[in-house]
């Protein structure tokens, strides 16, 4: 009803416009009509939309619906009324319809008057778009006009700006190009002046390239030298002087070589030109590992794959390296190359389809064309077989002299003024960049010029790119000018330095010279500059730095605090590093300050160069080796010339020297005769007038010089007391060669100083401290001295001992190979001490050896140490047999701590071996300590010997402290024996046993056998008991009243001082021994260097006139045939037999003295092509020395060439004289037979036949008439033979009287191989061969005294030599008597 109010007339209102009556009364009124009532229902919603139903009356319907609750559903209301159920689902719905209309109507209001709103804009909008459509189609006409006339306006501002452009690029083109425009037209110039003579410096770069890169720099310039004249003479066109180097590389592709780490000497950069342009593998000869570095700094970003021939896994690093196009580097190669692996080296590819092949093994691997193969060696001198030398392109990496000379300068300016090192590498490499840059901007101008296409004015890109070049490569100009300025005031303060950088070169090459002379004598280039770099420091200027003491950090618990802690603290530490950096010393030296400076430099370079050589020399190679560094030093000095040097060491003779006086004759011979002749030519002897005019006029003089006992120090005759030290050396090494080592020392002690030829004690600490982890001990071992007790000695000062494990001792052998390898490692990685004994002994295992010390190198501990030990080359194999490889000597430290030589340091450390324990536990106290006394004199005698060479022993005998000790082991037993059983000393036996088994065990010669017998004889006797005379001045102690201490004692106390005749040797024996070692010196230096590199040594073309001189006295063969043919069969004896193969013989020496001087000829005028054989004659003949060719086939002999000579001619008139006369000579020069030993032979068979005696049992006897001059002899000997040309040594001649045959006596002094008296050799029955007061004289041939063992056995035969009745014979065989066919 509510609802109803205003709407139905049936509901009365009140004033207010609300329901009236709301009874149930009124609601039936107004239900009265139910159809009327319905449509009011009906129409009500049109009630609502027109908004005429009263909210306060909708609300009122809401309250009542509210307030029935649920009553008010139509559910509840069904219950009651259905009617009424729909009455207040339709209340329900029209208060919900109601309420939406309120809340939508705003919206329609707000529609209406939107759409009406829209409508006026429709409207106003069309009146607008009407007048704007007008206005536009008069715009467009206008613009129309516009647009044509700005068309044409700015196609002719276009034009104007692009011919603006045009100017401007051709402007900045010409400006850009303008720097390299004068080059380009220079270089086109040239280039077209170039096109005539390319050919010609093509192929010399060809060649260069394929054949000289294994040769030195000398040997470099002559090949190409030799290119060019060939070239010339056939008429190619070629420069004035091809440069190799030039065409082969650019300053650009040399400059980044070097900052790859190639050394910049122009020899590195011809490897690197020679490496880089070859078609064959390079195979490079890299001793001191320079070229290996360049080539795994150029190939790291290719990938480098480094392997070794015979790694295990080298075949699949191939495989894959061919197959992805990486380059294989071979490094520390040997002298052969695995056959697996020929294919790849030599090239030989298989082609399949469009690809190659390389076949390794059962596969075949496809080919990367970026496949590259580079081998190295570290060997100094390999030898590899022909097809390696043809595959391969073989490069000598070797430093070189000038090379290293800028090496050693800039290290020692590096130690002297870092400041100026630094800013020099720096600006290397500074220069090196701009160099590249340069290039690389020149190559990028021409490319885009050569790619532009079109208007090169329209490439804007173009010249913007050149502008840009140009800007580039003006800064680099400009940098570059500055750098050069820098580096030039650099490098004129470093060039005050290069004397010692020379000193060093210098002295590195000479120790790599040393090689030459002994196997162990090598050195790498790494370990001597840490020898210069300890010298320099030794001396330097510097303050040492203080270090400041750390204080103990406080522990932290907190890790993280702790990490904190530790990178302030490397913060800390890095901070004052920077601040030392800038605050660095810098000690500038000028004038007479620098020039001491660099004098002491070079001084200082020297001596411990000279420390570390000698350190690791043979005692016989010392002052050989000091000489030849003194020699070098004046030789760069300029204080002497090469042509000096070069005589002084060669000492040739004259070619033809004028006749010698008589007055001369008894004091000198024919080839010191010669010798002086070409000294006399030098300068420096011919102040004083000719030297051999002044020896004849005053011989006097001279043979009283000549017979001083230190002939080097005496006064020379007045006409030559004006020679230099220098000088005076060469009348000593023609007159008194016994002088020269004494001269050498004084001289290197004028010219160097005493610390170069006086030698502390070997020290291991002072070695020790010199050492790192990276150097291992190399120690030479010799007999009776054993390195161990040092090496454990210092362990123990240093805490390294056996017993914590931190030291091990193993004596290699079988089965000991692993054990060492694993010590090494594990040594290595904990910084333990191992010690490999013997390793000479392991010949197939130090390869193994060597790669192990390379690869624990990368983690070894720094307290790390390897000490090895070796014997060096027996004699057979020689000084030069390679024993050990050549890296492991090189680095290592050598020690080659020799035994002394003198008797009395010998005999000291001999009796040390024992003690007072070992008297104590013989029961024979008395006999022991005399007898062991005796003992350790023999031992100190038997060691001591040798340094009289042949005569002292033939050989170097292992005499060691083993042999002592067990001897007088077996002394105390034999004597405990003895006294138990009651019985004397067995004399005898111990003779028997320490001469024969022990001591003798040694010995292979019978006649040094015999020498060792003679001394136990001699010395192992009774009279020691009773104070006996063990050698001239020193008897044998009262052993009744000395003690081992008392022994010691008498030893330092009571020792002469040593003398020859102690060895039972006379003073002669001393005089030749210097003599062979003065010989010997100068020998060795020349075999080293060459000839000393002046004159001869090099030039085959200086031997021509030595060979037609040769030639024209070599007489004709003789005519055997013809010579045979005279002699009927009947009258062949056996001397006539000897005398035609005499004839055969000496036929054969001729022609081939005469085919190989007439070859070298040939060679010489270019007929044929200079062989090794012909280059060995050439430096034999001017060296005065028997070539070997011709040596086989002639007597043996020690003379030099122009005496040797002189026999041949000698011996051929006498084969002429006896062939051709077909009977005995009255005579024979013995010494001149081929084969003395059939001569002798042919003799006993004549008298066993005419005596019919059997030849087994013949024996030849000598007796020496008292006649000298040949015109004596009257006729041919009543039985035998008459034979002259003997010499005695070791002993002289006393010529009997009358008829008395003479004897053997003392030597006159001086007199080293007294001339023999004619003798007569017969041959009788060996039961008639008397010995009584007779010597057992060996006859040699040579005073070498070789046996069978070193080639042609020197012996001939055994000869009875007279002595005085009183005599003894052990007095000769200690002295070495001997007789000898030729004289030295």
Not at 60 to 79: H, L, N, V
Not at 583 to 607: A, F, M, P, S, Y
Request: one cysteine or more.
């Amino acid at each position: 009803m509510h609802l109803q109010c205003g709407y139905s007339d049936a509901v009365e209102l009140d004033k207010k416009g609300g329901l009236k009556d709301g009874s149930w009364k009124a609601a039936q009124k107004m239900m009265g009509n139910p159809e009327k009532f319905l449509q009011d229902l009906k129409g009500f919603k049109s009630f609502i939309d027109d908004g005429k139903c009263g909210a306060n009356n909708v609300e009122k319907a809401r309250k009542i619906q509210i307030s029935m609750g649920s009553d008010f559903t139509q559910e509840g209301m069904a219950k009651k009324s259905g009617a009424a159920a729909g009455l207040c689902v339709w209340i329900i719905n029209i208060i919900m319809y109601y309420d939406v209309v309120v809340q939508v109507e705003p919206k329609r209001n707000a529609l209406r008057e939107a759409t009406e709103t829209l409508n006026a804009a429709n409207t106003k909008l069309a009146e607008v778009k009407a007048l704007v459509a007008d206005l536009e189609a008069n715009l467009a006409k206008l613009m129309k006009e516009f647009d044509k006339a700005m068309a044409e306006k700015n196609a002719l501002m276009a034009d104007a700006e692009k011919c603006q452009n045009k100017l401007d690029m051709a402007q900045r083109l010409v400006g850009a190009l303008s720097a390299n425009g004068v080059i380009w037209e220079q270089t086109v110039q040239n280039a077209g002046e170039e096109l005539v003579i390319i050919p010609g410096d093509t192929l010399v770069a060809c060649s260069f390239a394929s054949y000289v890169g294994v040769f030195t720099r000398q040997y470099r310039e002559t090949c190409v030298e030799s290119f060019r004249k060939y070239l010339v003479q056939k008429g190619v066109p070629l420069g004035p002087k091809p440069d190799p180097l030039g065409v082969l590389s650019s300053d650009a592709e040399i400059a980044a070589w070097a900052g790859q780490g190639l050394p910049s000497d122009r020899v590195s950069c011809e490897n690197g030109a020679i490496l880089c342009n070859s078609q064959r593998w390079g195979l490079i000869i890299d001793p001191q590992l320079q070229g290996i570095v360049w080539i795994k700094n150029k190939e790291s970003e290719n990938g480098l794959q480094i392997t070794r021939m015979g790694h295990a896994k080298m075949l699949n690093t191939f495989e894959v390296s061919i197959d992805q196009g990486k380059p294989v580097l071979i490094e520390n190669m040997g002298e052969s190359i695995e056959a697996v692996i020929m294919p790849v080296v030599s090239r030989n590819t298989i082609k399949r389809g469009n690809k190659r092949v390389f076949k390794l093994g059962d596969k075949e691997i496809t080919l990367n064309n970026a496949f590259k193969l580079f081998m190295q060696t570290k060997l100094s001198n390999p030898h590899y077989p022909p097809e390696i030398q043809a595959e391969c392109t073989i490069i000598n990496f070797t430093v070189t002299q000038d090379g290293l000379e800028d090496q050693i300068l800039f290290l020692v300016v590096k130690l002297e003024r870092p400041d100026l090192a630094r800013k020099k590498t720096e600006l290397i490499t500074q220069q090196n960049e701009f160099k590249v840059t340069l290039a690389q901007l020149e190559a990028l101008l021409l490319e885009k010029l050569a790619n532009a296409e079109g208007d090169i004015l329209d490439d804007t890109e173009l010249i913007l790119s050149l502008e840009e070049a140009k800007k580039t490569a003006d800064e680099v100009k400009e940098k570059q000018v500055i750098a050069q300025e820098t580096e030039l005031k650099i490098n004129e303060t470093s060039e005050f330095y290069r004397p010692s950088g020379a000193r060093g070169a210098l002295l590195f090459f000479m120790m790599m010279d040393l090689s030459k002379m002994h196997t162990f004598y090598k050195y790498s280039l790494d370990s001597f500059v840490v020898v210069v770099t300890r010298a320099v420091n030794s001396v330097t200027l510097r303050k040492p730095k203080e270090v400041p003491k750390e204080e103990p950090k406080e522990e932290v618990e907190d890790e993280k605090e702790g990490d904190e802690d530790a990178d302030e603290d490397e913060e800390e530490e890095e901070a004052p590093a920077e601040e030392e950096e800038e605050e660095e010393e810098i000690i500038e030296l000028t004038g007479k300050e620098l020039k001491l400076r660099i004098d002491l430099l070079c001084n200082v370079i020297t001596l411990f160069t000279w420390n570390y050589t000698r350190r690791g020399l043979l005692d016989a190679d010392k002052l050989t080796v000091i000489s030849m560094v003194s020699f070098k030093i004046l030789v760069r000095a300029g204080k002497i010339g090469e042509d000096e040097q070069a005589i002084l060491i060669n000492a040739p003779p004259d070619p033809a020297p004028p006749p010698m006086p008589e007055n001369a004759k008894s004091w000198l011979t024919e080839t010191q005769w010669a010798q002086l002749k070409t000294l006399e030519n030098m300068e420096a002897f011919k102040k004083g007038g000719q030297l051999t005019q002044n020896i004849e006029q005053d011989s006097l003089g001279w043979k009283r010089w000549y017979s001083e006992e230190k002939a080097e120090n005496a006064d020379l005759p007045r006409s030559s007391r004006d020679l230099s030290p220098f000088h005076r050396l060469f009348l000593l090494r023609v007159m008194r060669q016994d002088r020269i080592g004494a001269a050498l020392t004084q001289f290197v002690i004028d010219n160097l100083g005493t610390e170069y030829t006086e030698q502390p004690p070997f020290d291991m600490t002072v070695a020790f401290e010199e050492s790192s982890a990276l150097s291992p001990f190399f120690f030479v071992l010799f007999p009776g001295v054993d390195p161990t007790p040092t090496i454990e000695a210092l362990g123990r000062g240093l805490g390294i001992t056996e017993a914590n494990g931190r030291f091990v001792n193993i004596s290699m052998g079988q089965g000991q190979e692993k054990v060492a390898l694993n010590g090494l490692t594990k040594a290595a990685k904990e910084g333990g001490w191992i010690m490999l004994q013997n390793i000479h002994l392991m010949q197939d295992w130090l390869k193994e050896l060597e790669r192990a010390l390379e690869v624990v190198e990368e983690f070894s501990h720094e307290d790390f140490r390897c000490f090895l030990s070796s014997e060096p080359p027996g004699a057979l194999q020689g000084p030069l047999w390679d024993l050990i490889p050549e890296p492991i000597l090189q680095r290592c430290i050598k020690v080659a701590d020799e035994a002394p030589t003198d008797l009395k340091s010998n005999l000291r450390r001999a009796y040390s071996k024992f003690s007072q324990d070992n008297i104590e536990e013989c029961t024979k106290p008395k006999e022991f300590k005399a007898m062991l006394f005796a003992l350790c004199f023999f031992h100190s005698l038997m060691s001591g010997r040798i340094k009289f060479g042949a005569q002292g022993w033939t050989k170097k005998y292992p005499f060691n402290d083993g042999d002592l000790t067990i001897c007088g082991a077996v002394l105390k037993n034999y004597l405990n024996a003895a006294e138990a059983l009651g019985n004397d000393v067995p004399w005898p036996d111990i003779r028997y046993l320490f001469g024969e088994i022990m001591y003798g065990g040694h010995i292979t010669d019978p006649w040094d056998r015999r020498v060792n017998n003679t001394y136990l004889a001699v010395l192992i006797t009774p009279e020691l008991l009773v104070g006996g005379n063990l050698a001239p001045g020193f008897k044998s102690p009262d052993s009744t009243k000395l003690e081992y201490a008392q022994y010691v004692k008498y030893i330092e106390e009571r020792f002469p001082p040593e003398i020859p005749q102690m060895f039972g040797l006379h003073p002669n024996a001393e005089i030749g021994f210097l003599t062979n070692q003065g010989i010997n010196i100068f020998r060795t230096i020349s075999e080293i260097s060459g000839g000393g590199g002046g004159g001869g040594g090099g030039d085959v073309n200086a031997a021509q006139p030595i060979i037609t001189m040769y030639l024209q006295q070599l007489p004709n063969n003789l005519d055997m045939l013809d010579i045979r043919a005279k002699v009927k069969d009947e009258d062949v004896t056996p001397f006539i037999i000897v005398s035609f193969q005499e004839g055969d013989r000496e036929n054969a020496l001729l022609s081939q003295m005469r085919s190989s001087m007439l070859e070298l000829e040939l060679g010489i005028s270019g007929a044929l092509n200079v062989t090794e054989n012909m280059e060995l004659l050439a430096t034999n003949l001017q060296a005065n020395k028997v070539n070997p060719s011709w040596e086989g086939l002639a007597c043996p002999s020690l003379k030099g060439l122009a005496a040797w000579f002189a026999d041949i001619l000698l011996r051929y008139e006498q084969i002429n004289e006896w062939a051709n006369a077909a009977k005995l000579l009255k005579s024979i020069w013995i010494s001149g037979i081929f084969k003395p030993q059939s001569f002798l032979t042919s003799n006993m068979q004549v008298a066993a036949r005419t005596n019919s005696l059997p030849l087994d049992y013949m024996t030849n006897r000598s007796r020496f008439y008292n006649i000298r001059d040949l015109a004596e002899v009257s006729g041919l000997p009543e039985v035998g033979v008459n034979v002259h040309g003997l010499f005695l040594e070791g002993a002289g001649w006393e010529d009997g009287k009358g008829d008395d045959e003479g004897y053997i006596t003392e030597s006159k002094m001086k007199d080293l191989h007294p001339a023999m008296p004619v003798c007569n050799i017969f041959a009788v029955h060996i039961d008639v061969m008397d010995w009584t007061a007779m010597y057992h004289c060996p006859v040699f041939i040579t005073s070498l005294r070789r046996g069978p063992e070193k080639g042609t056995p020197d012996f001939a035969y055994l000869a009875n030599m007279r002595m005085d009745p009183d005599d003894f014979e052990h007095r000769w065989t200690l002295a070495g008597a001997a007789m000898l066919f030729t004289d030295d």
